[in-house]
């Protein structure tokens, strides 16, 4: 594969089947696909994306969607509490594209009113229970602010959008299903109550558990999971893909040998893979499965090797005695991720895209 | 200060301080301060240190090592094993600095006695106790490998090189300066070994934590710390450094207010931090204490406020009632990183050095 440093190996094939096995869940319904790109951060993929019809996504800084609105994204939501610190990019943004921002107290939106130049969607964030952003849905300034929003002509109600990363947590496919439904009542009730004076808004929702699980996403307008592209150990974890079913990989050049604890050394360490972590109750920490490279990709991880500890550059892997005695320095294994968004964004420059 | 995103900032002060307190153990010592540039990776705080008179680094990669050389370093070490896939580089760089390469194994100097083009000094690895790398101080791969080395005239032998990282799980200052006595036994015996056919080898020591805390470096010929220029709250709780000597804090702009939980959430998440964190037996995790922003710097940690949770994106901090009661969204608040080296490797682009 012609590998001198980490590499993140991305396989085209495994990317395309997960995006149309995700699509294919949205056939004859009216629920709309809307992919969170802050996982892959790539233009390649973006590509891919829209050759499978996709055309509206989400976005996690105000410099991701400059990003991907200079390479003909003309639809994006930046699904995080505005910033305004950058207003100025913002107005240069939503002179350009559609543009969706999220709000999620009275102080935002009044500032936004102020300085805000040009058009842009207003989604009210929803906290559903991870408890990280949005208001409650009792919180009365959600009336305050649907009604500043519907005041001014450069804003839009969208609707109300939720991330639900509380499934990242949950023990399970039903407690996830449950969040879900749970998520999917709270929204439905604050929709009805608004639809009549605004017809339009929709309910935006968000996660790669729940979105890979469930089958039935009635009553939500838009889903907007964005893991899923790649997916990784801790989706796997969570019972949310398969191992055949992770679409990266990185590729890490061996540097050291330690026969007597059955022990490699890897280069690739947390400026790679990052510190991310499984964590077991015996105090043991799993940053990463080990595959091999084949012809076009990588086997399944082997049994009982494992990468347990990351240092800056270092990556130190156990491996069983039968794949101690086969390797030499200068080979490339590959390592399974823990979490393919964090270590995506780091090995943004250093990536191969395979099949 | 002018921020809009997550941006590390520099206290130019702090650095010259930290790198000065460093330099002055070793007046009046034949123990050299060859500097781990890992932890900056920048070519300003590079030039820091050329003012305070250094003139030989450490570094933990090829890539590294490049950017360094074309800015006019030319004696580096590169204190990582050797990866041979990168030997078109290394000879290239071999061919325009003094480089200094580390070798653990026989397997991989026999490939550089075949390929290199160069003149490169080797340091043959030693494990001190870390168990990461390095050879036992009784492999008998030592002698094979210095054996060789004198054989090869592109090659010379510069002697031991020891990274003591399992100071960092130490608990407290006498059990980290016995590793430091420790190590410092272990090759010393080696180098009176070796010392009369090869009268020029060196004993090379590097980690902050002990060298931060140790006053008396009789025996090793260089010391090779990389965090203490910074330091950073992982440090502060070993205990090699005050929270005041701490050089860099990320500034982050607040995007939502949460005054039910006393929570604020700000601009500044895994990708600007890293996911490190302290943790405690009550399962609490630390991801970075929180300071104000002043006119030349910023306060004292605010007692009572810290990081608690860090998505892609988000940081989750909670703050005693009467900061939140006068914090808005939009200001700027700052973060002391759990460990900076990572965190000023994400934000090698969005940077600001102050005073």
């Known amino acids: 594969m012609n590998i001198k440093i980490p590499t993140l190996i991305i396989d085209r094939k495994k990317v395309y089947r ?20 802050k996982t ?3 233009i390649e993929i973006g590509h891919i994306f829209k050759q499978q019809g996709i055309n509206m996504i ?29 207003i100025e990019e913002i107005n ?19 500032f936004l009113t102020k300085e805000l130049k040009n058009f842009v969607g207003i989604f009210v964030k929803i906290d559903s229970g991870y408890n990280r952003t949005g208001l409650i849905s009792e919180d009365p300034q959600i009336d305050a602010i649907v009604n500043q929003v519907s005041k001014n002509s450069l804003l839009k109600f969208e609707g109300f959008l939720t991330h ?5 947590n949950a023990k399970g496919q039903g407690e996830i299903l449950n969040i879900l439904q749970n998520s999917n009542d709270m929204l439905t009730h ?34 907007r999971p964005g ?20 679409a990266v990989s990185v590729a890490c050049p061996v540097v050291a040998k330690h026969n007597s604890r059955n022990e490699i050394v890897v280069y690739g360490g947390a400026v790679h893979l990052t510190k991310e972590n499984i964590e077991a109750d015996n105090n043991f920490k799993l940053y990463g499965y080990i595959v091999n490279y084949t012809e076009d990709g990588w086997t399944e991880p082997i049994p009982g090797a494992f990468v347990y500890s990351l240092s800056q550059e270092h990556g ?14 200068g080979d490339v294994v590959g390592i399974l991720p823990i979490h393919s968004c964090l270590c995506a964004n780091l090995l943004n420059d250093d990536y191969k895209i395979i099949n």
């Open 18 to 37: 997960n995006i149309r096995n995700m699509q294919s869940k949205l056939l004859e319904t009216n629920t709309i696909l809307r992919p969170h790109f």
């Open 40 to 42: 892959h951060q790539l």
């Open 58 to 86: 989400t976005v996690s800084s105000v410099s991701m969607a400059m990003k991907f609105a200079n390479n003909g994204w003309n639809n994006i939501t930046i699904a995080f509490p505005v910033n305004i610190l950058e």
């Open 92 to 110: 240069n943004l939503a002179g350009s594209i559609t543009l969706n921002l999220l709000v999620e107290s009275v102080e935002s939106l009044t």
């Open 164 to 168: 639900a990363g509380h499934t990242y």
């Open 190 to 223: 604050l929709k009805q109550k608004y639809v009549t004076d605004f017809p339009d808004i929709k309910i935006s929702y968000g996660d790669t558990p729940s979105c890979s699980l469930a089958n039935n996403f009635d009553g939500f307008d838009e889903i």
């Open 227 to 246: 893991n899923f592209v790649y997916y990784d150990v801790m989706q796997y974890h969570i019972g949310s893909c398969s191992l055949e079913e992770i």
């Open 316 to 329: 130190l892997i156990k491996l069983p005695d039968k794949y101690m005695n086969n390797i030499n320095i």
